[in-house]
């Protein structure tokens, strides 16, 4: 059972950045994808982006593209998600998540691992 371990949340203004990361126990199959979900009160929970372990391609969902990236470290038991801009919209709790790739494919029902989740709220 591997354990992702998120850290970085916190509050920011409107045009800030912010950079969270993930750890997880372990490493995990080339053919999963490592990625970040996030829900805002009284909305589903939806995907950010994801980083495929293998090629270590990247997907970022279209609202944050050009804003957010992820990136990871060499040993791909850490990886980042930097915010920049950030919008009032962006206010939720961020999950760290892991499971098959695509993570686009199935939503949160595809995940076999989320993190406890961080906060981050953006004031306008």
């Known amino acids: 059972q591997e354990e992702l371990v998120e850290s ?3 509050l920011v203004q409107a ?3 912010l950079r969270l990361t993930c750890t997880s126990s ?12 996030r829900q805002a009160p009284g909305k589903d929970r939806e995907l950010v982006g ?11 969902s279209d609202p944050m593209k050009g804003r957010f ?15 920049n801009g ?22 949160p029902r595809g995940v076999k691992y989320w993190g406890q989740g961080t906060q981050v709220t953006v004031s306008s």
């Open 50 to 60: 994801y980083i495929r372990q293998g090629s270590g391609v990247t997907y970022i």
């Open 26 to 37: 372990g490493r995990f199959l080339s053919s999963w994808g490592t990625g970040w979900f």
């Open 69 to 83: 990236t992820i990136s990871r470290e060499n040993a791909k038991t850490t990886m980042h998600l930097q915010m």
């Open 15 to 17: 045009g800030d950045s």
């Open 86 to 107: 950030l919008k009032p919209e962006d206010t939720a709790i961020y999950y760290c998540a892991a499971g098959p790739a695509p993570l686009t494919a199935n939503g």
């Open 8 to 10: 970085g949340g916190g």
